[in-house]
């Protein structure tokens, strides 16, 4: 596999991670969810979760085993946030290593595939579950989208770039999912 495809998510939500259903746990056959944190479930600059991401891990937690892999090294913010949600948590998990992504995995003990890493990032998110087999779901950041284009300006050119390298835009995997698409 080049190094683009595994840049390639398995699933472009063009939707925060709270659009992640139970029908789509279903129709890819996930059992576990590995979260990213900062601006995937929480703006970078806010440190108590919303209450909107409170509700949606109660209803995805009695189906899919849920941990929080960040990279982000504050001990604090990510075990705070991970208490609030009652979620075992990772923090300083470097990815696109492998290394902690495993230690996730084994904890909530299904096979790989039927795990899902979900984050809001193409280089760190995406490259990290691809690289482990994991089936990898990018999601917009958890601000509005014309202020993301702005304000994080990296996220923006990681989309070019994969865009560039595999030679088709990525949103042409886009999916907007909804519960009439299963298959």
Known sequence: MSWAKFLQPDLVLGDTAIAITPAIL?????????LDVD???VP???REVSAEVVQWVDEIRPLASLWLVSNN????RIGNIAKSLQLPYICGAGKPSRRKLR????????????VAMVGDRL??????????????????????????????PLRTLEVQLTQLLLGTP????????????KS
């Open 73 to 76: 090294i504050s001990e604090t």
């Open 103 to 114: 230690a996730a995995i084994e904890a909530m003990g299904f096979p790989v595939e039927r």
């Open 170 to 181: 990525l949103t042409g995997k886009q999916q907007k999912f909804n519960d009439s698409n």
């Open 39 to 41: 601006e995937t479930l």
């Open 44 to 46: 970078l600059k806010e």
């Open 123 to 152: 280089i760190t998110d995406a490259l990290g579950g691809n690289r482990m087999g994991m089936f990898t779901i990018l999601v917009e950041p958890m601000v509005d989208p014309a202020i993301a284009a702005r304000a994080y």
């Open 26 to 34: 279903q129709r890819y056959q996930l059992q576990g969810l590995i």
